[in-house]
């Protein structure tokens, strides 16, 4: 049987394939397409179909371990000289990994919401599904409101210094650190049957944190989930639910504003890359969840500290640009 450490290490391998080792798929990338070593960064139009399989696996194996996906969207693809592909591109592709998620937990989604309707009819508002429910809801509110504050005021977002690759270095070993801590202290005492709303809250507030590249919507909140005491499996699979809504809200309003924009490339282009992601997300969620029953988060904290001073020191040395 694999161990669970090198399943790991091939999930995530595609995460960090462009900080690593960047000029072999240079080259070869340089002989799919020549438009990925321009120094401008394309549009979804000018993306390729490799890039965007390339891409969307990168999504798929990043959203839901607690490593940042922004974060590796944003770096691989600049590692590998195809420029970065913007906060649309982004937002649309993690349509898939709520396809998967969806796909994953759809027999928890149909409990809970059957368990919802109950306990409406019968008013026991403290049963786990109404709770569940009521906590995701709530949860969702801080990245809403957050993330209409940051398309309000910071415009410019895709070209701000809170995406430079110094902040996403900066934010992925801060993020490890708090992870670390979070495992050393959690006393992991609560499973799904213990959920309260006031879990949901907390979670959520954590993942607002997520807007800033490089801090991770399931990392923040499987830590904010070790915090408050919940088991490491109950923590990663609240924080999937929780990722539903606003997710998916993300990816709908990328893609309204994209649709416009795109011609028949770069719709193919978006097609492949969300599939891609799809595929690849379904793989991590149940990776991660069988994982996380057994085994702690350690492997992510030393991951994060290394993925954030490979960035550093990219920078440092030249390879990376700091934009």
Known sequence: MIKPQQQLLKLIAAGIIGVFIAFPLQVFGTSVSSEIVSATPPSTSQMNVFQAVVLGMVQGLTEFLPISSSAHLKVVPVALHWGDPGVAFTGIIQLGSIAAVLW???????????????????????STEFRMALGIGLGTLPIIFFGLLIKKFIPDYDNSPLRSMAAIGCASIFMGLLLGIAEQIGKRKRNIDRLTVQDGILMGLAQAMALIPGVSRSGSTITAGLFVGLERATAARFSFLLGIPSITLAGLVELKDAVG??????????????????????????????????????????????FGAAILGGIATGFLKNS
């Open 261 to 306: 924009e795109l011609g028949d490339g770069g719709m193919i282009s978006l097609v492949v890359g969300t599939i891609s992601a799809a595929a690849f997300s379904y793989i991590a969620i149940a990776w991660l969840i069988r994982y996380l029953q057994t085994q702690n988060t350690w492997v992510f904290v030393w991951y994060r500290l290394a």
């Open 104 to 126: 994953y937990f759809w027999s928890d989604l149909a409990q809970i919401t059957t368990g919802v309707i109950k306990s409406i009819r019968t008013s026991d508002y403290e």
